[in-house]
């Protein structure tokens, strides 16, 4: 049978195709610590089950296209107090801030179309950019260089006659990289000068550590024909089995095509979008709490990371995921061989291997990605596996 030359130019994700390998190692009496997928186990706020328990309606209908109303004007309201302002109409909910990137590519992309991520980025962009005939163009960073990107003359270098759009994700994933307001607004007046959409993916909004404000690229009004926001409730609510998210824009034009896609897929889950309204009712206090958390949790891994010989990693300022170079050649490699042969009193460790976070043939072999989404004490574990895991591994063979 034959099968789309687009889809198979895509991959597995690498947060994901160790699975089978960690279901036979579970099988074989294994304890697992997955540091792979950035799955929080903060609690997700009580607003969300109690809408649900709340819902009394005698038919679970359709929801429209654009989402409910609720969910609509909770997100409204949510970015006025970021001080932003979006009309209604400005706003178009998805099925997690996957869909919205997914159709997002499909409005802005055509065969041989290209565009700019900056590197190392969230793998899953590869199947988004490639089934719709595109290639993803890297802007090249270093780990020594605390991964920064934010150079104009760097980024400018790159674009040219089949550019279609700035990919950035602001907090990152994978290298948790912060961008200031003065960059930000940089890469806003580069997209309109050369006539790009800048898509701005903010799912980790919330995830600061250096006492930032929260920000936004929809904060600058005269960017509105060439910006669209992805956002989720995923992260900022530990919801991430909801899946509920939305693309935000003023491009009159983009919003009508993405409708087109709104529509085929009829709607996102109705129940899913009631709970999801009543997350934004949730106070300033939950999201200080959490960013403490995750920041003693982020200051653990680093603390442990950079005492650990021939490691190298940065401080991220933001989201919860960080880059390290491993003193091994391929990190593939180790973490199958922590899955298969590696265990300390019964216990081993998963992460993310860092060359699929990469466009450039050969970068990030030896590096991972670790999310920092474990409460303190098995994060502490999964540090001492990881040191354990190394030493153990280049001790192979030796008599």
Request: hydrophobic letters at 40%.
């Amino acid at each position: 049978m034959r099968f789309s030359h687009k889809v198979e130019l895509c991959d597995l994700s690498p947060m994901r195709k160790f699975h089978p390998y960690a279901v036979a190692a579970q099988q074989r009496g294994k304890t697992i610590y997955h540091l792979n997928i950035g799955q929080p186990d903060v609690a997700t706020p009580p607003a969300f089950f109690e809408a649900i328990r709340a819902f009394e309606q005698p038919v679970l209908a359709y929801a429209p296209s654009p989402g409910i109303p609720e969910l609509i004007e909770a997100i409204r309201g949510y970015y006025a107090r970021l001080g932003v302002g979006f009309n209604s109409d400005e706003i178009l909910v998805t099925a997690g801030g996957s869909e919205a990137l997914a159709i997002t590519m499909q409005c802005i992309l055509d065969d041989g179309d290209e565009i700019l991520i900056p590197e190392p980025f969230y793998p899953n962009y590869n199947t988004m950019v490639r089934t719709c005939g595109a290639s993803i163009h890297p802007v090249p960073t270093a780990p020594e260089k605390g991964y920064h990107y934010a150079v104009r003359g760097q980024i400018e270098a790159e674009i040219n006659e089949h550019t279609r759009a700035l990919l950035i994700t602001n907090p990152g994933n994978p290298t948790g990289t912060v961008l200031t307001r003065e960059e930000m607004r940089m890469l806003a007046d580069l997209c309109k000068e050369r006539g790009i959409f800048l898509v701005a993916d903010e799912a980790y909004r919330e995830f600061v550590y250096g006492g930032e404000p929260l920000r936004s690229f929809a904060e600058f009004g005269d960017l509105d024909e060439h910006l669209i926001v992805i956002d989720t409730v995923s992260k900022r609510f530990s919801a991430c089995g909801a899946r509920v998210g939305c693309l935000l824009s003023r491009n009159r034009e983009f919003l009508g095509h993405a409708m087109k896609y709104c529509q085929s897929r009829l709607s996102v889950a109705t129940l899913d979008q009631v709970a999801a309204a009543n997350l934004y009712t949730v106070g300033a206090e939950y999201f200080a709490a959490v960013r403490e958390e995750y920041k003693k949790r982020r200051d653990t891994v680093v603390r442990c990371l950079q005492a650990m010989p021939g490691v190298r990693c940065e401080c991220p300022g933001g989201a919860f995921y960080l880059m390290a170079a491993l003193p091994v050649e391929d990190a593939d490699a180790f973490q199958t061989w922590l899955l298969e042969e590696f265990d300390d009193r019964g216990d081993t460790v998963m992460f993310a291997p860092g060359e699929p976070f990469y466009a450039t043939p050969g970068k990030g072999k030896n590096e991972i990605r670790i999310a920092y989404v474990l409460e303190q004490q098995k994060l502490e574990r999964a540090m001492e596996l990881l040191a354990l895991g190394i030493e153990a591994y280049h001790g192979r063979g030796k008599v």
